[in-house]
């Protein structure tokens, strides 16, 4: 996402991301926008349910003071999509601001649009190899040497669950998703756990 930001993307150019069902890039979106841009400059709305008008204000409102905005689910919404092109042409954005687009994929999806965009595909690394490398990126270890082989057990975890995904049905009923926000609760817990057993016996 670094290099996207830093070398591919401009500030009137949106950057969106093409989803499989089930996956959704914005936890590891929110993560990175707080590296770069702060929390409180980071803001994300769901898309459907009468949200047209606020997405509008709030990106009239980011583009000034250099924000980053996300508008999750465009494929709920194709019918306005043509009005939110038209916005993003008028924007006179400053040059830190950002807009990132989630959408699954759809007949309907306005063809300017989508050629005015950046295009990423987001979907799960092939392979436990690589699926471990990309978690690796995103997880912080510790001085704790028993803190990081729970770590390392949960990014296994990680990517056995999303590499078993391929083999639906057989075996398991439904899809698991277990994305990127679901590994990093795991990991503060694993952070919790480890402060309460260090010196002693666990506390739950």
Not at 25 to 51: D, I, K, N, W, Y
Not at 133 to 158: A, G
Not at 165 to 172: A, D, E, F, L, V
């Amino acid at each position: 996402m670094r290099n996207i930001y830093e070398s591919e993307s401009t500030p009137l150019e949106p950057i969106l991301f093409i989803i499989s069902p089930g996956s959704d890039p914005s936890t590891e979106l929110a993560a990175f926008a707080e590296t770069v841009v702060g929390r409180q400059c980071f803001h994300e709305l769901a898309m459907g349910g009468g949200q047209n008008e606020v997405a509008l204000e709030l990106i009239k409102n980011a583009a000034e003071r250099g924000e980053w905005v996300c508008l999750k689910n465009l494929h709920l919404v194709t019918s306005w999509l043509p009005t939110l092109e038209k916005e993003i042409k008028q924007l006179n954005a400053d040059k830190k601001f950002r807009l990132w687009l989630t959408s699954e994929p759809h007949g309907k999806f306005p063809s300017i649009l989508l050629q005015s965009s950046l295009k990423i595909t987001y979907e799960t690394p092939p392979g436990v190899k690589n699926n471990l490398s990309r978690t690796f990126n995103y997880v912080t270890p510790s001085q704790d040497m028993q803190h990081n082989q729970l770590l390392f057990i949960l990014s296994w975890f990680h990517a056995l669950i999303q590499e078993r995904r391929k083999y639906i049905p057989q075996g398991w009923s439904k899809y698991y998703e277990f994305s990127f926000g679901d590994l990093k609760a795991g990991e503060l817990t694993l952070a919790d756990v480890t402060a309460e057993t260090k010196g002693g016996k666990p506390q739950w």
